[in-house]
C-alpha cells in the first residue's frame, strides 16, 4: 500500500530562519501531490499543488516546494519564516491510476516558530 | 469558489447515542466526497470515500455499521455515528473532490460522554 513519510515531527526554528520540512512517498505511478496547513484550531488550508510541469511549485505566503521523481520526495521550504508560520502542516499524495483519487496524507509536522 | 461546509462544527452527546454530520459543497457539485477522521496531535486518516448515488467505499478497519455514510445528492455528503462511545471522540472532516483536487469543510468535533 502506499504511504506517506513526514521525517520531521516537530521543528522548532527562530523568525527569519529558512524552513525545509521534508515528504515522501512511496508509489511507482503517477501522483499529484499536496502541502496542507492548519493553523491552531483552524482546518485544513492547500498552501500548494503539483500536477504536472515545472517541478518546482510556488503557493501561497511564499512557501515553494520541489518534486523530484528519482527520489519520490516532495519537500516544503520557506526562505524565511515568521512567528505567523506555526502551525501543522501536512504532506499528501493523490494516486492518479485509481479512479477514486483518495488523499493519503503524512504523518504530519508541527512546526513552531519562536519570535 | 469551491467552498465545503460541514455542520454541526461541534456537539457533545450521550453514550449510545446517534450523531448525523453533513457535508455539504456549497458552489459545484462533487460525485465524490471522503471523510476523514482526526485524532489530537495527528494526521487525517481516511475514513471511507462516499459516492454519489451508491454505496460508500470503507476504508480497512472502519465499521461500516457504526459509521453510515449517505450521499444522496450531488452537494451532500452524510455521516452518521451509530450508537456513539466515547472511543468515537474524535475531529471528523469531509472533504468534496472536484476534477483532481480535493476541498475540504472546516471538521466536526465530536465529544461522546
Known amino acids: 500500500a502506499q504511504s506517506v513519510s513526514q521525517h520531521n515531527h516537530h521543528v522548532i526554528l527562530s523568525e527569519a530562519a529558512s524552513l525545509e520540512l521534508g515528504c515522501n512517498y512511496s508509489y511507482g505511478g503517477t501522483v499529484n501531490l499536496f502541502w496542507y496547513v492548519q493553523y491552531p484550531g483552524q482546518h485544513l488550508q492547500l498552501l500548494l499543488k503539483y500536477f504536472s510541469g515545472d517541478p518546482l511549485v510556488k503557493g501561497i505566503k511564499g512557501f515553494e516546494a520541489e518534486f523530484i521523481k528519482s527520489k519520490f520526495s516532495f519537500n516544503l521550504r520557506k526562505p524565511s519564516v515568521q512567528w505567523s508560520d506555526t502551525a501543522e502542516y501536512f504532506c499528501a499524495v493523490m494516486l492518479m491510476d485509481t479512479g477514486r483519487r483518495a488523499l493519503t496524507f503524512g504523518s504530519g509536522t508541527r512546526l513552531q516558530v519562536q519570535p | 469558489g469551491a467552498v465545503v461546509s460541514q455542520h454541526p462544527s461541534w456537539v457533545i452527546c450521550k453514550s449510545g447515542t446517534s450523531v448525523k454530520i453533513e457535508c455539504r459543497s456549497l458552489d459545484f457539485q462533487a460525485t465524490t466526497m471522503f471523510w476523514y477522521r482526526q485524532f489530537p496531535k495527528q494526521s487525517l486518516m481516511l475514513m471511507a470515500t462516499s459516492n454519489e448515488g451508491s454505496k460508500a467505499t470503507y476504508e480497512q478497519g472502519v465499521e461500516k455499521d457504526k459509521f453510515l455514510i449517505n450521499h444522496a445528492s450531488l452537494t451532500l455528503s452524510t455521516l452518521t455515528v451509530t450508537s456513539a462511545h466515547p472511543e468515537d471522540s474524535s475531529f471528523y472532516i469531509c472533504?468534496?473532490?472536484?476534477?483532481?483536487?480535493?476541498?475540504f469543510g472546516p471538521g466536526t468535533r465530536l465529544t461522546v460522554l
Open positions: 472533504s468534496a473532490r472536484l476534477v483532481n483536487e480535493q476541498f
